[in-house]
């Protein structure tokens, strides 16, 4: 009996032993960083819970042992909520530090700065190659009806609304995506500028007519400073029945964004043709910025219903009330080129 007595202590002991040993072990691998060198991009899958994701870090040799990350969560109730998607992981991280990445949700970006004033083919060069996307397909739903409509736009596409800012995509979006989060910003400046309450907004008609003139100001104005007033201008024109007289809208017809403009082209029938027709063109010829949109909600309060390039290397414009002051205008700006 004694005997007995004797082995069950010792076996006891040796269970305390080993289980000390292995919570030893446990705690020194929870303790120990990353063996990575470099950054690494890593995809938690749709479902994945502590065992897979462990699994998945040990595979890719960020961490030593699954089980023990899996250990790791089990005694951190609540603190291992992993979210699906792509993540950047550095080197140097211990596990808690990786379960707090991979449950953040701060997945990894690739950053892409939309410049003011684009139209949607040039966006799309734009967006392609940095995320990796089709060309074509980007431009296919750009232009798609249905496409825009679901995206809440009461447009037949989506020149203009592509709003222009720096984005950080996330890693792997597809062409959907990116062009949903633009949109979404969009969208969100237009209630923002809606909330201002502009008389221009009614006088328009709309969103969809606010970002058309936006989008010609946009065009035609080179320099911030003029941006009212040449909102201003357009909107005088509008109120009298005056064409608009933009050649960026040819341009804009034609794709045509530097060079000569044809006479043919000035005589296109197309309806965004400005210079031969009157009133708005049926929608935006370019992605306006915030401030564009600004100026034309709030544009200048002025009677001038002309405006010219200098052509003195400043790139501002001058601004007349009248034909004959605009063709004055128009000489002195030729003798600045040195005609």
């Known amino acids: 009996m ?26 020194k691998q929870w303790e ?4 990575l060198k470099e950054p690494m991009l890593l995809e938690i899958p749709k479902g994945s819970g502590a065992e897979q994701v462990g699994r998945l870090l040990q595979k890719n040799g960020i961490i030593e042992s699954a089980k023990s990350f899996k250990w790791w969560c089990s005694f951190h109730p609540g603190r291992a909520n992993f979210k699906i998607g792509w993540y950047k992981i550095p080197p140097g991280q211990n596990i808690e530090q990786l379960v707090a990445l991979l449950s953040s949700g701060k997945t990894a970006s690739i950053r892409v700065t939309i410049p003011e004033g684009k139209a949607t083919w040039e966006i799309v060069d734009i967006l392609a190659k940095p995320l990796n996307l089709n ?20 447009a037949k596409d989506l020149e203009g609304y592509l709003f222009p800012s720096t984005y950080d995509f996330p890693y792997a979006v597809d062409e959907q995506g990116a062009i949903k989060i633009m949109v979404n910003q969009n969208l969100k400046i237009r209630d923002e500028m809606q909330a201002k309450n502009s008389p221009v907004w009614n006088q328009l008609g709309g969103w969809h007519e606010v970002l058309t003139v936006a989008s010609l100001v946009e065009k035609e104005a080179a320099v911030p400073q003029e941006q009212d007033h040449v909102a201003g201008v357009f909107l005088n024109r509008l109120k009298i029945g005056m064409s ?38 049926p929608g935006p010829i370019s992605n306006p910025g915030k ?41 002195t700006a030729a003798k600045n080129r040195g005609e």
């Not at 120990?32 to 063996?35: I, M, R, W």
């Not at 431009?139 to 825009?148: I, N």
């Not at 010219?308 to 004055?328: A, C, I, P, T, W």
């Open 244 to 281: 608009l007289g933009s050649c960026a809208t040819v341009r804009f017809i034609f794709r045509n964004l530097t060079g000569p403009i044809y006479k043919s082209q000035l005589e296109s029938n197309n309806p965004y043709n400005t210079r031969k027709f009157t009133g708005l063109m």
């Open 135 to 154: 060309n074509k397909k980007l431009d296919s739903l750009m232009h798609s009806t249905e496409f825009t409509k679901s995206l809440s736009v009461n």
């Open 2 to 27: 004694k005997k007995l007595l004797a082995f069950l202590v010792v076996l006891l002991f040796a269970v305390l032993g080993l289980g000390a040993g292995s919570v030893f072990y446990a705690y």
């Open 291 to 331: 401030a564009a949109i600004e100026a034309t909600l709030f544009p200048k309060q002025t009677t001038d219903l002309y405006f010219v390039s200098r052509d003195d290397g400043s790139r501002e414009h001058f601004f007349s009330k009248s034909l004959s002051q605009h063709n004055s205008f128009k000489e």
């Open 32 to 35: 120990k960083v990353s063996p």
